[in-house]
């Protein structure tokens, strides 16, 4: 994703400042030039360099590991940089880490999917309870083979809005044996298949009729543009705080 981030952001004029790579990645210590990113003469370091990576930055965008934002937000929020963050698959504490280190310091954009189609599609889920009892949700999404966590953290805002609105209790991820459905269950299927950036598609049926509404992503381009929206309007910010696509979309 950053190889593909910095490429989107040069296109769009923003100025590169600084890379930063996991330890075990190849291109540690070449330049963007160097591991064929682009042409410039920026070296990429890894975590302990951070700071100096990042001292000459507005805004530090980040997609990583979990663990390893929780190592590295905290560092970034304590130099006063802004921050645009779109990794997932964090635990509930993970989570409370990277808010905990934020609040109150620096303003940041946290999404799960930064494509701005993905972000419409969150609004148009809140409309859900609009429908009446007897309608069953599920959600089935497809990413790439290596994508480690599952379901993805958009699947999983998904479940969030939509058992907001329905009133659901509890989530089935899959379906095994013989079990009928409660109607109190949201369903949520998770695939792993080849290199699919990602497809989310969302089921409501009901006893005579059916809706599917279906996201798919081209390319990794479509999170990297998002990412690059909030940039654009994290670094307009001055109130310090958390904010979401939603927050960017207004501004859109």
Request: glycine letters at 8%; proline letters at 5%; aromatic letters at 8%.
């Amino acid at each position: 994703m950053g190889s593909t981030l910095i490429k989107e952001a040069i296109m769009r004029n923003f100025k590169i400042v600084g890379a930063v790579a996991a330890k075990e990645d190849p291109n540690i210590n070449k330049t963007l030039k160097e591991s064929g990113i682009c042409d410039l003469n920026i070296k990429i370091v890894d975590p302990t360099r951070l700071q100096e990576a990042v001292k000459d930055a507005d805004v530090y965008v980040s997609f990583t590991t979990p663990q390893a934002e929780v190592t590295n937000l905290p560092v970034v929020a304590n130099l006063g940089k802004k921050i645009v963050m779109g990794t997932t698959g964090f635990t509930d504490e993970q989570m409370r880490k990277i808010r905990d280190a934020v609040t109150g310091k620096v303003p940041a954009v946290f999404s799960p999917n930064y494509a701005i189609g993905v972000n419409i599609l969150f609004r148009l889920l809140r409309m859900m309870k609009i429908f009446p009892s007897g309608y069953d949700f599920s959600i089935v999404e497809i990413h790439h083979s290596g994508k480690k966590d599952a379901p993805s953290g958009t699947a999983k805002k998904m479940g969030e809005i939509i058992s907001e609105a329905r009133g659901y209790t509890s989530i089935s991820y899959g379906r095994e044996g013989l079990s009928a459905r409660k109607p109190d269950e949201l369903e949520v299927l998770a695939v792993r298949a080849g290199g699919v950036p990602g497809v989310h598609e969302i089921i409501v049926a009901g006893p005579y009729e059916m809706i599917r509404i279906e996201h798919m992503a081209f390319s990794r381009s479509v999170f990297a543009q998002g990412a690059l929206y909030a940039v654009e309007w994290i670094y307009k910010q001055e109130k310090p705080g958390i904010y979401s696509m939603d927050d960017v979309l207004g501004w859109i």
